[in-house]
């Protein structure tokens, strides 16, 4: 990794989008506010609610993109991002986008990889089903890999370019999870770092039980897949 100190202007915050016109003009003015209106803004976008509109007025380059699902949108934009420093963020105002500039100085102290925790405080404006069910899939990903993790499905982090280019990625629901299970099985500088957690803006896009059946397969599939790696 790069020893130069990074700026807020070498900052690409990303996120996939579908049909969150409620909750993006926010989402994209605390940005602003956080970042000086300094970091690249990419959304991937799949909407047909006029989303793709707010967020170009607010400023953000919108790739449009056929509904593929979470995985697929999120993926996309991380590639799109052509700043050193990627951060990642849903579409709904869950996340505490005023943490921008600890999470890129935490990267300048060394960090490839920032994972926001939700679950440290609590998180009590979650579901109570679904906040069990993130304690599950952390506890499963912490045996499965034998790492230490705390939430492997948060939608917030930062990382480093490096990071995002050299792993193949294959997840689509459970790609939060393999963002975070990858990189702590090859051995990356992680830093788990709590953050607050609100209550989302609009109406939830996932089925909690089809969504985590899907989580849990991809954390069994990509950790085996990464012991495998080890042995070779």
């Not at 979470?70 to 052509?82: C, D, F, H, Q, T």
């Not at 979650?126 to 034998?146: K, T």
């Not at 939060?176 to 609100?198: D, K, T």
Request: glycine share 10%; proline share 4%; with cysteine.
């Amino acid at each position: 990794m790069s020893e130069r100190a990074y700026g807020l202007d070498d900052v690409s915050v990303v996120m996939g989008a579908y049909n969150e016109v409620e909750a993006i003009g926010s989402v994209l003015a605390d940005v602003d506010a956080a970042t000086d209106g300094e970091a690249e803004v990419v959304v991937v976008d799949s909407s047909d609610d006029g989303t793709a509109a707010v967020a170009r007025d607010r400023g953000a380059t919108v790739v449009k993109q056929p509904p593929k699902g979470y995985g697929a949108a999120v993926e996309r934009a991380l590639a799109e991002a052509s700043n050193p420093v990627r951060i990642t963020t849903d579409c709904d105002g869950t996340y505490p986008m005023d943490r921008v500039p600890d999470f890129l100085e935490l990267v300048n102290r060394g960090y490839d990889v920032v994972s926001g925790d939700r679950l440290y405080h609590g998180a009590e404006a979650m579901p109570a089903l679904n906040r069990l069910g993130n304690r599950a899939f952390a506890a499963a990903a912490s045996l499965l890999s034998g790492e230490r993790l705390y939430d492997v499905t948060t939608g917030m982090r930062a990382y480093h370019e490096d990071v995002v280019e050299s792993i193949r990625w294959t997840e689509n629901t459970g790609l939060s999870a393999e963002l975070l299970v990858r990189p702590a099985m090859r051995g990356y500088r992680i830093r788990q770092e709590p953050i607050e957690y609100a209550e989302r803006l609009g109406e939830t896009k996932l089925d909690p039980f089809v969504g985590g059946g899907e989580i849990a397969a991809s954390i069994l599939r990509v950790c085996v897949e990464e012991r495998r790696r080890r042995r070779r």
